[in-house]
Antibody, heavy 121, light 109 residues
Framework: EVQLVQSGAEVKKPGESLKISCKGS????????IGWVRQMPGKGLEWMGI????????RYSPSFQGQVTISVDKSISTAYLEWSSLKTSDSGMYFC??????????????WGQGTLVSVSS | EVVMTQSPATLSVSPGDRATLSCRAS??????LAWYQQKPGQAPRLLMY???NRASGIPARFSGSGSGTEFTLTITSLQSEDFAIYYC???????????FGPGTRVDVK
């Protein structure tokens, strides 16, 4: 079974750093792009960016470029989303999801369970 | 950057009725469009890809159509488990910015 398992909920203060993870299993991790999606409380889905674990090629939405860093450690089949200095506006649920094809152009399936990030002073 | 819109924002439907959800792209995305269903407290789930292909395990009462800029998700004979929020997403843009629509909430009439 193809599965993505994300790290647990985080509570942080503004200015702190954070790295959340997404571990893939049940498929060839290096063959499929993995995307990250934000969902702020009570709001819709926002596409953040995508990474190809095979060579770490990364693409960001302009809205998130420079705000987060997407990375991967293919030796442990894990993708990451990282902030160097959190803001209260970074609070939300973050999902990782695998591209449904081996192409950059594809739908997202399956999805991780989500990681809730709460940033408050 | 392709902008996705969805209508209506909320659709009130009685169980057993048909629901028709619309998704529009600001420029052609060919048939590179997916639909997702999200229930409260859950991750989104893929329903349709390639505009009209049902994902694995999705019941036949769900169907998708359209190409270019206009797309439709139809749910015939709505079941209780279908009340949720539905999002469309295009995956055609270059450079790759695969935006979602704002969603349509389907609730009980």
């Amino acid at each position: 079974e193809v599965q993505l398992v994300q790290s647990g909920a985080e509570v942080k203060k503004p200015g702190e750093s954070l790295k959340i993870s997404c571990k893939g299993s049940g498929y060839s991790f290096t063959s499929h792009w993995i995307g990250w999606v934000r969902q702020m409380p009570g709001k819709g889905l926002e596409w953040m960016g995508i990474i190809y674990p095979g060579n770490s090629e990364t693409r960001y939405s302009p809205s998130f470029q420079g705000q987060v860093t997407i990375s991967v450690d293919k030796s442990i089949s894990t993708a990451y989303l990282e902030w160097s200095s959190l803001k209260t506006s970074d609070s939300g649920m973050y999902f990782c999801a695998r591209q449904g094809t081996k192409s950059l152009y594809g739908w997202l399936d399956p999805w991780g369970q989500g990681t809730l990030v709460s940033v408050s002073s | 950057e392709v902008v996705m819109t969805q209508s209506p924002a909320t659709l009130s439907v009685s169980p057993g009725d048909r629901a028709t959800l619309s998704c529009r792209a600001s420029q052609s995305v060919s048939n590179n469009l997916a639909w997702y269903q999200q229930k409260p407290g859950q991750a989104p789930r893929l329903l349709m890809y390639g505009a009209s292909n049902r994902a694995s395990g999705i019941p036949a009462r769900f169907s998708g159509s359209g190409s270019g800029t206009e797309f439709t998700l139809t749910i015939t004979s709505l079941q209780s488990e279908d009340f949720a929020i539905y999002y469309c997403q295009q995956y055609n843009d270059w450079p790759p910015i695969f935006n979602f629509g704002p969603g349509t909430r389907v609730d009980v009439k």
